[in-house]
């Protein structure tokens, strides 16, 4: 049975060639963090998260595209008190997205600056270290 104070997402590091790197704000919400979301409990998290960047982004990937990186825990960014487990894949792609469903704005960020936004703890401990360090 899994812990009701945690939740189980699968979430893209995604880069452009010219280095940035796309950020989400969910609707209502001052905290920007990796487009993706929750996964079903019948989906594996590339299935998830090809599903959660079409309903968000309108981006259409097969889990092909992604290349998983790892899983990483961090405190969740928006829900009190609970823990987010998330496997992270790496994409790069210079398609034009859009905010959609529960995304209020996404964002290319130059990943040097990013600091200075309000980062959700999994994007500031972990994402954004991966993709200033370049690992595949």
Known sequence: MQNPRTIYIAAAALTRR?????????????????????????????????????????????????R??????????????????????????????EAAAEIEEARWVDPATAATLDLAPLTRDHVLPLIRNRTP
């Open 68 to 97: 998983y990186v790892g899983r990483f825990t961090a405190q969740a960014a928006n829900e009190t008190d609970h823990v987010v487990i998330a496997e992270i894949f790496r994409l790069e792609s210079d398609v034009i997205v």
């Open 18 to 66: 010219d280095g940035a790197m796309l950020l989400v704000r969910k609707r209502g919400t001052s905290t920007f963090m990796q487009p993706g979301g929750k996964i079903e409990p019948h989906e594996e998290a590339d299935q998830a998260l090809c599903r959660e960047l079409s309903e968000e982004l309108g981006l259409s990937i097969l889990p092909s595209d992604a």
